[in-house]
């Protein structure tokens, strides 16, 4: 019986390295598909993927991790993280800082050290999907790790799409 081959990522030997369990699940990739689409292939709640978003403020580049259903309030986030102006981040910009292409960013090993914000909400779930480095690449794991695997800090910046 032959073990299914999946991509070796950076998120991948990062996760390895600290030993964290985590399935893996590839799907035909869509531009423009979104966490819904990812959603669809999975056969999983929207809620549960977690996208992985990267946000430039007046001081840093950050990352937020954010429900597939629902969008970041960039005033509540600028209000809690007490910066003037926060804006996504252009495809090139993020990339540099990330290694990763748009719609395959994982929040494991990134290139640059970036802080990290979850949003509350997504401690509340039993596993959550998110993006293992490469475009039609996911993996799903136990939110709860985020928190100390990340260095995480918990933000409460979710509208509902």
Avoid: W
Avoid at 30 to 50: P, R, S, Y
Avoid at 118 to 142: H, V
């Amino acid at each position: 019986m032959s073990k299914e081959k999946f991509p070796v990522t950076p998120a991948i030997r990062f996760l390895k390295e600290k030993n964290i369990k985590f399935e893996q699940f590839e799907y035909n990739y869509e531009e423009n598909g979104g966490t819904l689409q990812t959603a669809k292939e999975l056969n999983v709640n929207e809620h549960n993927v977690i996208k992985t978003l990267i946000f430039s403020t007046d001081k840093e580049l950050i990352c937020v991790l954010m429900h597939g259903n629902y969008e970041v309030s960039l005033k509540e986030l600028a209000r809690q993280l007490n910066v003037k102006q926060i804006i996504q981040c252009d495809e090139k910009t993020a990339n540099n800082a990330t290694g990763y292409k748009f719609g395959g960013t994982s929040p494991f090993g990134m290139r640059k050290n970036i802080s990290t914000y979850l949003e509350k909400t997504i401690l509340e779930l039993e596993r959550i999907y998110i993006n293992g480095g490469k475009q039609g690449f996911i993996i799903s794991i136990s939110p709860d790790i985020l928190i100390n695997l990340l260095n995480a800090n918990i933000v409460s910046v979710a509208i509902k799409k």
